[in-house]
Every structure is written in structure tokens, then in C-alpha cells.
């Protein structure tokens, strides 16, 4: 069985190239690497070009950067046309240790046609676990802009990770790589591209959800996510951005009722308000 291989790439070659080389040592499938580069700078996109001749990965250069699931769509579209079963959805900063990763993982979905979306034990650079998660339950979307506060104050986060030692069922998988079922992934229209960046995970977790599907996640599986937050741009775009993700996922992808989703846009209008201050 072939795998494509989806990576995103935004002006991230060097990581790109790492990751290619990490993907090119599985075993036990075989892998069709497909880079999306999502207009990229063009020095950026020249390396990737040289980089994808000489490792033969299908190279897809999008010429206008609509976000991350848009991104990830012409590379799930790609997958479909082709007529490929599964795909997996990687990062460029991804790194992949473990050369039966992929076939372990496919593996567990063949047998398993419940599972629409699989994910690994992924671990930082720092060894802290990112999957799998849990709900944000509606208090803590509600008490959001005092946990803002707090972060300012310790740069210590909210967790919604759960317990990573054992295999199961989940709520939420990280987005940073998985392995998703291309057939259902066709059945919801392909990933929400109505989100920028931020939330993706929580919206397809709703959306299999409903669709009375299951998300798996493997411990026995583990892949390294070497994320550098310092490298990613304008803090404040992106915390605008994480805010407007979260008011159309509440609004659009979750189980809030009408007085619940009233205040939950009420509260992030007051997160918007403090970061507009604080820029």
C-alpha cells in the first residue's frame, strides 16, 4: 500500500528537507511525499524545488496562502484524485524517528474502520507531550481572557493534553501530524477552510463526532515536533487570529447552546479588547 504524505510548507525548506529525510527511512509501506508549498518567499520555494527533484517528492506550488486546512486541501485532493485510502497530514518540523511510524499506525485504521483519524505520541523539543487532548471545556473557553492574563504573567499555558501512556479512543487529536481516511474526509466536503489558522483539530474532532465516528489515539507510536514558537511571526496577528478560529468554531463546530454561545462571544470580545490594549 502507498501513503502520500502531506507536508505544508511556508517558508520552512530547511525543515522541509529534515523531514523528507526522517520520511524517506519508513518501512514496511510505501510513501508518496507531496509538498504544498503555500506561497512561499521565492528564494524559499527555489530550495524547495531543488529539494523535491532530488528526493522525488511531487511538489504543488500554491500562489496565494489561504491558511493551513486550505493548504492541506490541495494536497488531500491530490490524495483523492489519485484514489489513495489514507494520508497523513505532517508539519515540516515533524521528525520521525520510529521507521514503522507510518505502518503501525495504518495498520491499527485497517483494522479499524471506526477510525477516521489516527495520531501518534508526539513529543516536543523541550519533552513535553502534545497528544492526545481533551475537550476545552465551555469554563475555560468562557475564562479565556484571564488565562490570557495569566500566561502574560507565567508564560505557563493552559494544558488540555490527557494522559499519553495509553492507547484509546480520544476527543481531540493534534494537527500536527496525523493520519486521516481519505473517504471521510471526501464525506465532510474536505477540511473547514474557513479558519486561518488555529482550531482545526477541535473543528474535525466535532465533525467526526457527528458523524458518529472515532478518533484513535497510539502510544506505542512516537514522532518529535521540534516547533519553535519564537520563529512564528507577529504574536499579535496570530493571538487575533487564535481568537477569530475560536468565535467560528463555537459558532459553527460545537454542542454550545444559545445562551452558552452568547457569552462565550461576549468573552471573546473582552480577550480582543485586552490584546488591542496590550499591542
Not at 92 to 106: I, R
Request: charged share 25%.
Amino acid at each position: 500500500m502507498t501513503i502520500p504524505i502531506i507536508i505544508l510548507n511556508y517558508n520552512s525548506s530547511t525543515d522541509c528537507s529534515k523531514c523528507i529525510s526522517f520520511l524517506k527511512q519508513q518501512k514496511e509501506v510505501e510513501v508518496e511525499i507531496v509538498v504544498v508549498d503555500n506561497c512561499s518567499r521565492e528564494d524559499d520555494v527555489k530550495t524547495l524545488r531543488k529539494l523535491c527533484s532530488k528526493q522525488q517528492c511531487t511538489l504543488i506550488e500554491n500562489h496565494e496562502n489561504r491558511g493551513y486546512n486550505a493548504g492541506n486541501n490541495i494536497g488531500l485532493r491530490y490524495a483523492a484524485q489519485k484514489g489513495y485510502k489514507y494520508a497523513l497530514i505532517a508539519n515540516p518540523d515533524m521528525e520521525f524517528p520510529q521507521k514503522d511510524y507510518l505502518a503501525k499506525m495504518v495498520a491499527k485504521m485497517e483494522e479499524d474502520e471506526e477510525i477516521v483519524a489516527c495520531g501518534s505520541d508526539i513529543v516536543n523539543s523541550e519533552g513535553l507531550h502534545q497528544n492526545p487532548l481533551n475537550y476545552v471545556s465551555f469554563w475555560n473557553e468562557l475564562l479565556w481572557p484571564f488565562e490570557m492574563l495569566k500566561f502574560v504573567c507565567s508564560q505557563k499555558a493552559l494544558s488540555t493534553v490527557m494522559n499519553h501512556q495509553n492507547s484509546f479512543y480520544c476527543p481531540v487529536l493534534s494537527g500536527c501530524c496525523l493520519l486521516v481516511r481519505i473517504g471521510f474526509i471526501k464525506q465532510i466536503s474536505f477540511l473547514d477552510e474557513h479558519v486561518f489558522l488555529y482550531c482545526e483539530e477541535s473543528i474535525l474532532a466535532h465533525q467526526v463526532k457527528v458523524a458518529g465516528m472515532k478518533l484513535y489515539y497510539m502510544s506505542d507510536v512516537s514522532a518529535i515536533h521540534r516547533h519553535i514558537k519564537s520563529q512564528k511571526g507577529n504574536p499579535y496577528r496570530r493571538l487575533m487570529l487564535l481568537c477569530d478560529s475560536r468565535d467560528y468554531k463555537n459558532r459553527y463546530h460545537s454542542d454550545y447552546n444559545f445562551v452558552q454561545l452568547q457569552l462565550l462571544l461576549l468573552s471573546s470580545k473582552l480577550r480582543k479588547w485586552i490584546l488591542k490594549i496590550k499591542s
